[in-house]
């Protein structure tokens, strides 16, 4: 299991290099990322995550076929619509809010052997990608609202770390 940074940590808001090598460490590394986001019951996690500043990031749907890594991925096209969905995100636990974004995308990436593909998606793949890929420009989904909403979530955030914080020190 791998430590997954928070909101507040610098990592989170680096913009990621991108990754050079595909060798065994790499390998390993996506393993233990998947391990680690399954275990947090996640549906996708960025490599700034956990605290590396590359740009590749895991995504289990739990559909079939969509257990996909994506290396070096840019996203070369989306649909013209904008909808709404309750976006989560592991870095801040406990926060939910509609983000919009399109529904449809196309990525070109890498595969785990450096090899490349273009995937075309849409549902809930199509939404964890973008929001994967946004952090690997150091954005997270609350940079995606509105001023007012983005203000609520970050104090609501600080509230729960204090209260986190209280419960560690009773213990
Ligand atoms: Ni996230």
Redesign the pocket.
Known sequence: MLDIYKLGDDVLREPCARVAKFDNALAMLTDAMFETMIEAD?V???AP?VGISQRFFVVDTRREGERIAFFNPEIIETSDDNVPYE??????PGLYHDVMRPSRVTVQAQDINGKSFTLQASGLLARVIQ??N??LDGK??IDRLDDKEKEKMTALWQKKQKKDQKKRKNK
């Open positions: 996640g996708g996690l960025a995550q976006e989560g995100c592991l870095s801040i929001h994967e946004d952090h997270l989904f």
